[in-house]
T-cell receptor, first 112, second 118 residues
Framework: AQSVTQLGSHVSVSEGALVLLRCNYS??????LFWYVQYPNQGLQLLLK??????LVKGINGFEAEFKKSETSFHLTKPSAHMSDAAEYFC??????????FGAGTRLTVKP | GAVVSQHPSWVICKSGTSVKIECRSL??????MFWYRQFPKQSLMLMAT?????????EQGVEKDKFLINHASLTLSTLTVTSAHPEDSSFYIC??????????????FGPGTRLTVL
């Protein structure tokens, strides 16, 4: 069965600094990978998704992620953090025939 | 884009009463809808998967008689928490999968419903 592991339940960066949120996946077949953001008391908003096309995926709000099969990773990055990026971020994996599974989440804090 | 709504956004009820939460896909037909539960500072836990016109499939450990799910149309699924107790207090999120996107298994999420049982 597929699964994802998010390294670091809490990441803190300064405004303007690089954001790096880590996600490693496990899947026996080619995976589809997703990053979602959740603001307090809200649902999940899709940031970006990898569906076996380009390995470097660009999403909304300046985020991007790179699919690295050799490392089974799909880390989320943003060159310059903004205060509005403070939220909970979830990595998720699915594949043909299997529903989506979520990581434990990473809380991003942005310091002024 | 695909929009999913939930109603109500928050509800407070007395212990022993039942609460119904609606999940609607507003601009697409959802052949499959999912119900998740999220505890504070935790990830989403899949409770059940429902296909339009079929009985829901519940995850292990989720009481089907406690959490009644109905998916009577391609745009509406409901979750009824029966005889609610304080331990049922949680944030409930639904999602919907559009048939055309099903090859990616992408889900579109509702805004969530905060349930508080007194």
């Amino acid at each position: 069965a597929q699964s994802v592991t998010q390294l670091g339940s809490h990441v803190s960066v300064s405004e303007g600094a690089l954001v790096l949120l880590r996600c490693n996946y496990s899947s026996s077949v080619p995976p589809y990978l997703f990053w979602y953001v959740q603001y307090p008391n809200q649902g999940l908003q899709l940031l970006l998704k990898y569906t076996s096309a380009a390995t470097l995926v660009k999403g909304i709000n300046g985020f991007e992620a790179e699919f690295k099969k050799s490392e089974t990773s799909f880390h989320l990055t943003k060159p310059s953090a903004h205060m509005s990026d403070a939220a909970e971020y979830f990595c998720a994996v699915s594949d043909l025939g299997n529903d989506m599974r979520f990581g434990a989440g990473t809380r991003l804090t942005v310091k002024p | 884009g695909a929009v999913v709504s939930q109603h109500p956004s928050w509800v407070i009820c007395k212990s022993g009463t039942s609460v119904k939460i609606e999940c609607r896909s507003l601009d697409f037909q959802a052949t499959t809808m999912f119900w998740y539960r999220q505890f504070p500072k935790q990830s989403l836990m899949l409770m059940a998967t429902s296909n339009e016109g079929s009985k829901a499939t519940y995850e292990q450990g989720v009481e089907k008689d406690k959490f009644l799910i109905n998916h009577a149309s391609l745009t509406l699924s409901t979750l009824t928490v029966t005889s609610a107790h304080p331990e049922d207090s949680s944030f409930y999120i639904c999602s919907a999968r559009e048939a055309l996107q099903s090859s990616y298994n992408e889900q579109f999420f509702g805004p969530g419903t905060r349930l508080t049982v007194l």
